[in-house]
């Protein structure tokens, strides 16, 4: 059923992502076109849809089918299969690396959010979904998953070692180096290896509305603005408005229009750092649809991938000609992480009350190895954590 585009949301208020079409990654000329695009967007907004990328709308629809189940499975029942604790602050993160990272549910009401209120959201991540196990044992997934493993590891394993690739390839020409290092030196799949591998986790997420009362509170805020901790982000486009992102230069936050069977891919705080800032680790967020689209779910299809975790997490790694040129280097007050360091203590802020106890678009600000963990200000080069302890409230994170 097709759904019908929002009359009430200002047309000057949706933005049509820069669309790289990927049946041009065949020749060396098309790429060179693709690349250009790709670096204007990365470096601005930190967003680009892809089309022809190799999954068929039909497809899509399929997978899209078992993540209408399995987030649908009963609440009461998904004890055995959470990812960790019943809610964030609950979580002993000495043992568990959290909802956001781990394998299995996060249950709806997990996250703090503003005013005192709670999500609405279910998701259920499939982690170590490009090794050649992923899903020999069944029983350690839901019910209604345990028929579809095989399609959905076909799914996201298409999206790693074929979309990612191309766009890695991408990001070489754009940072004058030879094609295949950035995918080589950072998401080369090795078997079963947790810290050299590259991985992901592909995430099935469905928002539920949310009561009248919570919307009031949270200006209809479904997923407050935060930036992602890994490398690309890939979401199925929907028909709905609701994921928004934040125009670094102006703080404005405009809607993303859909393109049918797109996948929208956005930076995120690991390939920022690998560049040195110059790729944008874009905030985004998700709100209630407009009122006129409001019957219909937000039902998403995520792929994140992430560099190996041993991989460090700064612009020196990828050797490039155009970062030196342009002035991307380490800052001083940066401390070197790996890549799994970061994730890690990325995750386990993301919902934590103390962090979202803020007024605003804004969370608090958290200083984790010398780096804010959200950068909304990241346009601005002199807004460096000195900076930020002058304007904001900065929480210091000891690790
Ligand atoms: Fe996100």
């Known amino acids: 059923m097709a759904i019908p585009d929002s009359k009430l949301v200002d047309p000057s208020d949706i933005i049509q992502l820069p669309l790289l079409d990927f049946s041009l990654t065949e020749t060396a000329e098309g790429r060179q076109q693709l690349a250009n695009k790709l670096e204007e967007a990365f470096s601005t907004l930190g967003f680009v849809s892809i089309v022809n990328h190799g999954i068929s709308i039909d497809e899509t629809e399929k997978v899209r089918g078992v993540a209408r189940e399995v987030c649908s499975y009963p609440h009461e029942l998904q004890e055995p299969y959470l990812a960790g604790a019943w809610t964030s602050d609950a979580e002993n993160r000495d043992i568990s690396p959290g909802a956001e990272v781990g394998q299995g549910y996060k249950p709806r009401g997990y996250w703090s959010m503003q005013h005192g209120t709670r999500d609405a959201i279910v998701h259920y991540n ?182 190996r975790r041993s991989a460090q997490l700064d612009p020196e790694q990828l050797n490039s000609p155009k970062l030196d040129r342009l002035g991307h280097k380490t800052p001083d007050e940066w401390v070197p992480i790996t890549c799994g360091q970061w994730q890690n203590e990325k995750g386990r802020l993301f919902g934590q009350t103390e962090v979202n106890d803020s007024e605003g678009d804004e969370p608090n600000l958290v200083v984790v190895y010398g780096r804010l963990h959200e950068r909304w200000h990241q346009v601005n080069r002199k807004f460096t954590v000195e900076e930020a302890r002058k304007t904001h409230k900065v929480i210091e994170l000891k690790v």
Not at 187 to 212: C, I, W
């Open 126 to 307: 499939f982690n170590n979904i490009v090794y050649s196990d992923f899903g020999a044992i069944p029983e350690k997934y839901p019910p209604p998953a345990r028929p579809h493993l095989e399609r959905i590891g076909n799914y996201y394993r298409h999206v790693h070692t074929s979309i990612l690739q191309r766009l890695c390839d991408l990001t070489d020409i754009v940072l004058e180096i030879p094609e295949g290092t950035t995918y080589d030196t950072l998401y080369k799949v090795v078997d079963k290896d947790a810290e050299n591998s590259g991985h992901g986790t592909g995430r099935f997420m469905l928002y539920h509305k949310q009561p009248q009362e919570v919307d009031q509170k949270n200006d209809g805020k479904w997923l407050r603005g935060h930036s992602d901790s890994g490398g690309f982000t890939f979401i199925t486009s929907q028909p709905i408005l609701s994921l928004q992102i934040r125009d670094y230069f102006t703080g404005k936050w405009f809607y993303v229009g859909h393109v049918p069977g797109a996948l929208i891919v956005n930076i995120g705080d690991a390939m920022e750092f690998l560049t040195g800032g110059y790729f944008k680790s874009s905030i985004h967020r998700v709100i209630a649809p407009p009122a006129d689209q409001a019957a219909y779910e937000r039902l998403v299809l995520i792929y994140f991938s992430q560099p």
